[in-house]
């Protein structure tokens, strides 16, 4: 197996890998804040299944566009530089998707927060993180 080979197939299995546990992670802790966001179990639901398939999309789609190298690979140094570079362009193009995501739910979320502000409940109160005592604060418990 040449250098570049190698480092083609450890791309795609590091940028598939981390491209499913993303949309995963983003799934099960965007729920959340879906929910929130649109005030319905069920759309928040099916709106974070079709953002996880456009998320799978274009992510995958990018990983793949920019597997191609004109780079001469001869060793494995080489193939581990170029494999890196491209997998730290796929890690920003990951995460400027995240925060363009968050930056429009809620710019969503605080519109629908605003035309409802009426039906809104307040958030439970929270204990304190710390508690003072005589000798001074506590742990959590």
């Known amino acids: ?12 299995v590091i940028t598939v890998g981390l491209t499913i546990w993303v949309a995963r992670t983003l799934f099960r802790n965007g729920q959340v804040f879906l929910r929130d966001a649109l005030a319905s179990e ?7 299944r079709l953002l996880q ?14 597997m191609k190298t004109n780079d001469v690979i001869t060793d494995a140094t ?26 429009v739910l809620g710019s969503y979320r605080k519109r629908f927060q605003r035309q409802h502000v009426g039906q ?3 958030p439970a109160p929270r204990a304190p993180r710390f508690a003072p005592t005589q ?6 418990q």
């Not at 197996?1 to 795609?12: D, F, H, V």
């Not at 398939?53 to 274009?58: D, E, H, P, R, T």
């Not at 000798?135 to 959590?140: F, H, I, V």
């Open 1 to 12: 197996m040449t250098p570049k080979l190698a480092m083609y197939l450890g791309y795609l």
């Open 42 to 48: 069920e759309l928040a639901t099916a709106v974070n």
């Open 53 to 66: 398939v456009g998320f799978y999309l274009i992510n995958l789609g990018y990983v793949a566009l920019f």
């Open 78 to 103: 080489g193939a581990i530089e170029t494999g890196a570079w491209k997998l730290g362009v796929i890690l920003l193009a990951l995460g400027l998707m995240h925060l363009f995501n968050i930056i």
């Open 120 to 122: 809104l409940e307040p």
């Open 135 to 140: 000798g001074g604060l506590t742990a959590p």
